[in-house]
């Protein structure tokens, strides 16, 4: 008798080459109409599936695991950052979690780089001006000045795959590059962006004009950019987050770019996704900030090689081998 395939549980729609593949190789359930499942579809689908292929918009809490039934032995992520799966009541329970990582870094470290100079060069200020209800009333020489980037201090908080590649583009913008980070980088790449290792934050922070978060989020990096870390920064520093909302204190963030005791921020992530602070949004209007609703890493030709990842990730594990994308406990 031929093997039985795993019944694989979707929770979103993925792009139609990877969902035709998904179906041809396992017995999969998509989420045709691509409604966010709540709790209820979660706890249904652990209940009966092999596998569940959650999204960053699924709450994998303990609760839904401690259902799961006994089938169920591996949640093939299909995102990069696992903080909305409890990963260590999974992994006690013997399941498996694998992600994604590597295919989306240089589409987020693109976006990265968009949003280090939006604010700064007032990019979206200026492209409204072509738009608006007004003619544009010509160039002058005082027009529009914005800030050159080129020269100026990039702190780049997390120096993994991302924060790398957002280095190297930074490098040849120009931006001298700084980071801090659990580890101290291998020298020869230290050498190639000629970076300067801070092992303290707050020493870092103090000295930068524009900081890029890119780091992931885990129980040790909520909040690190505290109310107390932001008062740390220059009155016109620049801050960019493309990881997630909940390693800065958005409110407090809010409150000093009110203030005029920050220059202002390009965030693609939010701290209560997808709800945004309608403070935030006013602060866009202002153009003090610049806001992307959680696009970083949205391309047809990223989300495709995600799709290829989760597929081998499923592959592999029902192969009986390790998964290459393992969520490890030291990655927590
Ligand atoms: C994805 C992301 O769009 O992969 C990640 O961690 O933040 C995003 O770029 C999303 O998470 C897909 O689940």
């Given amino acids: 008798m031929p093997k039985k ?9 993925l792009p139609e080459r990877v ?40 709450r994998v809490d303990a609760s839904v695991l401690s259902q ?30 694998t992600n994604t990582p590597g295919v989306l870094t240089e589409d987020v470290a693109d976006m990265t780089m968009a949003l280090i100079l939006a604010v700064p060069r007032r990019l979206t200020e200026g492209a409204t001006v072509l738009t608006g209800s007004s003619e544009w009333s010509g160039w002058s020489p005082t027009w529009m000045l914005g800030h050159r980037i080129w020269g100026k ?34 020298a020869e790449l230290e050498q190639a962006l000629e970076a300067t290792y801070w092992e303290s934050l707050d020493q870092m922070l103090a000295r930068m004009d524009i900081v ?18 932001l008062k740390l920064l220059k009155s016109d520093a620049y801050v960019v987050n493309t990881a ?6 958005e409110n407090a963030l809010v409150r000093m ?51 290829e990842k989760v597929i081998v990730n499923i592959r592999t594990f029902m192969d009986g081998h390790r998964p290459p994308d393992r969520v490890l406990p030291a990655m927590l």
Wanted: charge should be positive.
């Fill in 257 to 307: 770019i009110e203030a005029g005791e920050l220059g202002g921020a390009g965030l693609d992530v939010f701290e209560r996704e997808p709800a945004v602070n309608p403070k935030l949004a006013k602060l866009a209007r202002q153009h003090k900030v610049v806001l992307l609703p959680h696009m970083a890493s949205s391309t047809i030709e990223g989300r495709i090689d995600m799709g």
């Fill in 212 to 229: 890029s978060v890119n780091c992931p989020h885990t129980p040790a990096t909520f909040h690190l950019l505290s109310a107390r870390r």
């Fill in 19 to 58: 969902e035709t593949r998904m179906r041809e190789l396992f017995d999969t359930e998509l989420n045709a109409d691509d409604r966010p499942f709540g709790q209820a579809e979660l706890v249904d689908a652990v209940k009966r599936a092999d596998v569940l292929v959650p999204t960053i918009t699924d």
């Fill in 153 to 186: 201090r990039l702190g780049i908080i997390g120096m993994g795959r991302i924060g790398t590649a957002v280095a190297k583009r930074a490098k040849a913008f120009g931006l001298q590059i700084h980071y801090h980070n659990r580890r101290r980088v291998a």
């Fill in 5 to 13: 395939k795993p019944l694989v549980v979707v929770t979103r729609r």
């Fill in 244 to 249: 997630r909302g909940e390693i800065i204190d």
């Fill in 68 to 97: 799961a039934g006994p089938n169920f032995k591996l949640i093939a992520n299909f995102g990069n950052g696992v903080d909305h799966i409890d990963v260590a009541t999974a992994l006690a329970r013997g399941i498996t979690v």
